[in-house]
């Protein structure tokens, strides 16, 4: 996979690893994404009050809160049959590794085991924004990454202790950081690297900001909507 980097600290190829961001509602959706030459496709995970693992960005479908429904409720509620973590996995298995984004803690082990075991550890990056889930898969999951994800507020004063991540990047064991592409301007990705953490940036759709973060060598992965496009750019470096 052309540019993968491996692992906290080390060194990078020439050009960022593309990670596919919200590929598709279907596990072919997924599958095309990851057969368009992307490194990484971006999986949101979230649990059914069943326990079902899905694929699913939002925390409701129409009302209905996921953690309260049935998988079998879900479906009815979004109108389509929601894709099962595992589906997505087997689409792109053999084609890209997953970053699997942990929408919800709490479903960490179980989600991480059904990666691991699909595509094996090294086939396999988590981004969560919290610690503690960051956490877990470092101490639980030997070979697979994990990046603390900042920068969800990064324009409200909560969002302010995204600028100083450090303290909390080294408590939680985290390989990498996952940074939104306006905290990373703002020196954050900078001080982050100075320190040895490589930098997942997202979610990065312009041309120029494509070329810029992918010819980066402080970023790991480069994360957008436009693949196929990062892809093409990503060759004509």
Same mark, same amino acid.
């Given at each position: 996979?052309?540019?993968?980097?491996?692992?906290?600290?080390?060194?990078? !190829?020439?050009?960022?690893? =593309?990670?596919?961001h919200?590929?598709?509602?279907?596990?072919?959706a997924?599958?095309?994404?990851?057969?368009?030459?992307?490194d990484?496709?971006e999986i949101?995970?979230?649990?059914t009050?069943?326990?079902?693992?899905? !694929?699913?960005?939002?925390?409701?479908?129409?009302?209905?809160?996921?953690?309260?429904?049935?998988?079998?409720d879900?479906? !009815?509620?979004?109108?389509?049959?929601?894709?099962?973590?595992?589906?997505?996995?087997?689409? =792109?298995?053999?084609?890209?590794?997953?970053?699997?984004?942990?929408?919800?803690?709490?479903?960490e082990?179980?989600a991480v085991a059904?990666?691991?075991?699909?595509l094996?550890?090294?086939?396999?990056? *988590?981004t969560?924004r919290w610690?503690?889930?960051?956490? =877990?898969?470092?101490?639980?999951?030997?070979?697979?990454?994990?990046?603390?994800?900042?920068?969800?507020?990064?324009?409200?004063?909560?969002g302010?202790?995204?600028?100083f991540?450090?303290?909390?990047?080294?408590?939680?064991?985290?390989?990498?950081?996952a940074?939104?592409?306006?905290?990373?301007r703002?020196? *954050?990705?900078?001080?982050?690297?100075r320190?040895?953490?490589?930098?997942?940036?997202?979610?990065?759709?312009?041309?120029?900001?494509?070329?810029?973060?992918?010819?980066?060598?402080?970023?790991?992965?480069? =994360?957008?909507?436009?693949?196929?496009?990062?892809?093409?750019?990503?060759h004509?470096?």
């Amino acid at each position: 996979m052309e540019g993968r980097p491996e692992g906290h600290g080390a060194g990078r !190829a020439a050009v960022a690893a =593309i990670s596919a961001h919200r590929a598709g509602e279907t596990p072919e959706a997924y599958e095309s994404a990851a057969a368009a030459g992307t490194d990484y496709v971006e999986i949101d995970v979230r649990r059914t009050g069943d326990g079902e693992l899905v !694929a699913h960005h939002d925390d409701r479908a129409r009302g209905l809160r996921l953690a309260q429904a049935t998988y079998r409720d879900l479906c !009815a509620a979004a109108g389509r049959a929601v894709p099962r973590l595992r589906d997505v996995l087997t689409a =792109i298995a053999g084609r890209a590794a997953a970053q699997l984004d942990l929408k919800e803690a709490g479903c960490e082990r179980a989600a991480v085991a059904m990666a691991a075991d699909v595509l094996g550890p090294s086939g396999v990056v *988590v981004t969560s924004r919290w610690p503690g889930s960051v956490a =877990i898969v470092k101490r639980e999951f030997a070979g697979v990454r994990a990046a603390l994800s900042l920068g969800r507020e990064w324009y409200q004063p909560a969002g302010v202790r995204d600028v100083f991540p450090l303290r909390r990047l080294r408590a939680c064991g985290a390989d990498w950081v996952a940074i939104n592409h306006r905290l990373a301007r703002l020196g *954050v990705l900078d001080r982050c690297a100075r320190h040895g953490f490589s930098a997942m940036v997202w979610t990065v759709n312009a041309d120029p900001l494509m070329r810029r973060f992918l010819a980066d060598p402080r970023v790991a992965v480069l =994360i957008t909507d436009r693949p196929t496009r990062a892809v093409q750019l990503r060759h004509a470096l």
